[in-house]
């Protein structure tokens, strides 16, 4: 294969990636705006629990994060961030909470 092939393929991999994960951050966003999340939680600022950043932190390079994440949103719970408890959302679909958890922990 020429070198001419192989950069446009790595080139159409990268333009594909980014476009994938645009499309994944807008699902994201879109979710969460029809969620309760921003009542308790926002990007950069410690609301009632932990902003996005300090979320995506605490949990970088634990590869179990995003597991234990979903289950936490869906259950709830308390004690990680302080007394306050999270509210649990028994009602999401998983894989809505999914997508919003891998915004969080990637993309902050």
């Known amino acids: 294969m020429k070198t001419s092939h192989i950069i446009a393929a790595i080139a159409a991999t990268f333009v594909f990636t980014g476009a994938a994960h645009a499309a994944d951050a807008a699902k994201?966003?879109?979710?969460?705006?029809?969620?309760?999340?921003?009542?308790?939680?926002?990007?950069?600022?410690?609301?009632?629990?932990?902003s996005f950043k300090e979320i995506a932190a605490k949990y970088k390079g634990d590869a179990g994060?995003?597991?234990?994440?979903?289950?936490?949103?869906?259950?709830?719970?308390?004690?990680v961030w302080g007394a306050v408890p999270m509210t649990?959302?028994?009602?999401?679909?998983?894989?809505?909470?999914?997508?919003?958890?891998?915004?969080?922990v990637h993309d902050h």
């Open 28 to 50: 994201a966003k879109a979710l969460m705006k029809g969620s309760d999340c921003s009542a308790c939680h926002a990007a950069d600022t410690k609301l009632v629990g932990p």
């Open 65 to 79: 994060a995003i597991d234990k994440l979903v289950h936490k949103v869906k259950s709830g719970g308390s004690g």
């Open 88 to 104: 649990p959302h028994p009602n999401m679909k998983d894989g809505d909470i999914k997508t919003i958890v891998e915004w969080i």
